[in-house]
């Protein structure tokens, strides 16, 4: 079953490219098939009405794996806890990691 990836972002975040092309390598280390597409998100209200707390976020069949408690929507840059430190996206590692655990997969 093919995993929907959405990365979004907004105009002016320097890392989401960077996201998509993570992406696409965790997918062919994890062997999931996946169709990647990306969102740009305009204003603040967009972002409070989706749930997009920041960019890039990585959203799997619009499920945010990386969500963490207490964010709050916002057009601002997002960070990503690493075991390399924060970073602008999460590792090769991390996204195969969410890609295989995706309940989906399962079904």
């Known amino acids: 079953m093919t995993v929907d990836v959405t990365?979004?972002?907004?105009s002016g975040c320097p890392n989401w490219r960077t996201a998509v092309e993570q992406v696409?390598?965790?997918?062919?280390?994890?062997g999931v098939p996946v169709h990647v597409s990306t969102r740009l998100v305009e204003t603040q209200e967009e972002?409070?009405?989706i749930g997009f707390t920041g960019s890039p976020s990585i959203w799997l069949d619009e499920v945010d794996p990386f969500a963490q408690e207490g964010s709050v929507p916002a057009l601002?840059?997002?960070v990503y806890a690493t075991p390399e430190g924060l970073r602008g996206s999460p590792t090769v590692a991390q996204l195969?990691?969410?890609l295989t655990r995706?309940?989906?997969r399962c079904s």
């Open 24 to 30: 696409h390598l965790a997918a062919g280390r994890a």
């Open 7 to 10: 990365v979004l972002y907004f």
């Open 102 to 104: 995706n309940p989906r």
């Open 96 to 98: 195969s990691d969410v």
């Open 76 to 78: 601002a840059c997002r």
């Open 47 to 49: 972002a409070e009405r």
